[in-house]
């Protein structure tokens, strides 16, 4: 079985700090999807990673996947407020659609 | 291009009774999946259905069973319904197996 440790589990901090998220796993991937989730609502796709060493940017997110494609880091620049919410990892099996989730970073920016 | 749609959203049933969830992928998309999600646990594959056929299936009990039908809209069932099944019942849809997948609102189920 695939595992994803994702940390930290939980993180506040104020307006205008930056941050880094991390997901490991001893397993390779074939790719690795970021999503974001809102409380009652279904996870939104952020970025999806596929190359090893592969850093794509969407706006003050940084992604990063590892050269082995066994981890990846979400970096957050200058934190906002409306960046609140669970950010989940998830890694796609070599084999198919399952995707192993990690246990989400629960992000809080205070303004 | 309307999203991934889940019905109901909200559901509460109770312990032994049974369970359908409706999920209508993306327009095209023919791979639809299957996760919970709780606290404990956090998201978990069940089970993926791709042109009609179970593709994959998760580490859960028979009680969990789902079909796809012919225009890629998916049900999933629950049997005899237990207090721990209470859950978000998420559904996602991809185009293909190994697409990218692109998650519904979930349907909320308590199991009382």
């Known amino acids: 079985t695939q595992l994803l440790e994702q940390s930290p589990q939980f993180l506040s901090i104020q307006e205008g700090e930056n941050l880094t998220v991390y997901c490991n796993s001893s397993s390779v991937f074939s790719s690795l999807q970021w999503y974001r989730q809102e409380p009652g609502e279904g996870p939104v796709l952020l970025v999806t990673v596929v190359t090893g060493g592969e850093v794509k940017k969407l706006k003050r997110l940084t992604f990063q996947f590892g050269d082995a494609r066994k981890d990846s880091s979400l970096h957050i620049t200058a934190a906002q407020p409306g960046d609140t919410g669970l950010y989940l990892c998830?890694?796609?099996?070599?084999?198919?659609?399952?995707?192993?989730f990690g246990e989400g970073t629960q992000l809080t920016v205070n303004p | 291009k309307a999203g991934v749609t889940q019905t109901p959203r909200y559901l509460i049933k109770t312990r032994g009774q049974q369970v359908t969830l409706s999920c209508s992928p993306i327009?095209?998309?023919?791979?639809v999946s299957w996760y919970q999600q709780t606290p404990g646990q956090g998201l978990q594959f069940l089970f993926e259905y791709f042109s009609e056929t179970q593709r994959n299936k998760g580490n859960f009990p028979g009680r969990f069973s789902g079909r796809q039908f012919s225009n890629s809209r998916s049900e999933m069932n629950v049997s005899t319904l237990e207090l721990g099944d209470s859950a978000l019942y998420l559904c996602?849809?991809?185009?293909?197996?190994?697409?990218?997948?692109?998650f519904g609102p979930g349907t909320r189920l308590t199991v009382t």
């Open positions: 996602a849809s991809s185009f293909t197996s190994a697409g990218e997948q692109y």
């Open positions: 998830a890694g796609q099996e070599t084999s198919g659609s399952r995707l192993t």
């Open positions: 327009s095209g998309h023919r791979s």
